[in-house]
């Protein structure tokens, strides 16, 4: 019985002790990784051209006023339309960190064109190319809350900026948005 009471506090005691041993969240893990990726993407944005105007245009969502990436023409396209968020488009693109580290290109396939849902790509990409026509190459730079966020995807580090260099060759099926009969 004089056994419970000791027993009764070291349990508490541990349980104090092991609570209170936190380990550092994402946020605080990467904070100079954080800090510098949203560096790199406010100096682009504020990036100007030899003639004084701004070397990105902001792309800003409907649904989110509030957020944009960037986007830079590379060369102009012969199409005429947009893709919509439910198309299927042919893309040839290189992906890398703000650091210049590549983390995926179709220029590593066989075929370097690939096809893709735009719906099912990171919504920095889909705000990319749904502002884009067939035979349009930008650069554009997705700050990391519409890119992976606070996740870790390969080599791709939470709170990422992500810099595309993105061709669009095609769209591969242009479909209609749901319309009431």
Known sequence: MRLFPHIFIFVIGTIITLSS????SVW?????WRNANNDYFEAKSAELNS??????????????????????RLKKGSGTVNPLYTSYVD?????????GTPFDSTYSYVDSITTLKISSTVHGFTMAL???VEGDSYEIIIPSYLGYQDKEKGIIKPYSTLVFGIKLVKIAAYEKPYQKE
């Open 21 to 24: 041993c936190k380990e550092k």
């Open 28 to 32: 605080e893990e990467f904070e100079g």
């Open 51 to 72: 003639n004084g105007t701004y070397a990105y245009e902001r792309i800003v969502p409907d649904w989110d006023r509030g957020s944009c990436i960037l986007m830079k």
């Open 91 to 99: 893309v040839m693109y290189k992906g890398r960190l703000y650091d």
């Open 130 to 132: 749904t502002n884009m």
